[in-house]
């Protein structure tokens, strides 16, 4: 059992190492004043510095967050409603069926979810841009968060509804009272697994963008593409510290909702 211990240890150890050490390699050289990632000549802070008077990169950033809360408040709020309205269903072949499409959605390729949203979108005439952007990023947060609301919801006993019922309560108490705070968990869980999802987004967003309009991921496609720059790697680890933080906050919000439903201080 030991062995077996030490071996899932080292086995973990590695897979981070593999997954973490490109994401602070590319960090580190933020900080290069050589202007390359080959040799480190000394420390600065002149990449960053770059960010932040790039108007227009300024301006792409704050579409980036925009589109990312919208999308996940929004898709949040559906998707909750249409994870109780799967549980509610009696009929258990439909209720199967709907989930089954809701998870299709979410192992689809995402270059093919992009090139129908792009196709969809030029068909009813809706201009690509940030509309588009914010109705695609929807689109493919809405099955994540009801993933993450379902288990909660299939957790809660009926019991619970029952006595609110029989002790006069409407279908709208039931509701705001019952259901709401009990499954809050999943809720914060996926709203902020849709946000995350939104703000790394690149497939979808790149074929729905238009002129005029872009997104983080986009923007750091195309400058990529331009050649080595060490802006790349700032903006990059931004981005890498942005999602740290949503992960932290995650885990704070959900802690505290966990000890406020189990009563202690």
Known sequence: MNKLSTSAKIYLTLVFIVLYAPIFYLIFYSFNSGGSMNNFESFTLEHYQAVFEDSRLIVILINTVIVALLSAFISTVIGTLG?????????????NTLLSLNNVLIVSPDVIIGASFL???TMIGIKLGFV???LAHVAFSVPIVVLMVLPKLLEMNSSLIDAALDLGATKKDVMMRVILPYIQPGIFAGFFLALTYSLDDFAVTFFVTGNGFSTL????????????SLTVNAISGLV??????VVIGYYVMTSRTRKRTEGRP
């Open 83 to 95: 994870a109780i309205g799967i549980v509610s269903l009696k009929d258990a072949k439909m209720r």
């Open 119 to 121: 196709i969809l979108f």
């Open 132 to 134: 588009s952007v914010l």
């Open 217 to 228: 991921s986009v923007e750091i496609y195309s400058m990529a593409r331009a050649g080595i």
């Open 240 to 245: 890498f510290l942005v999602t740290i933080l």
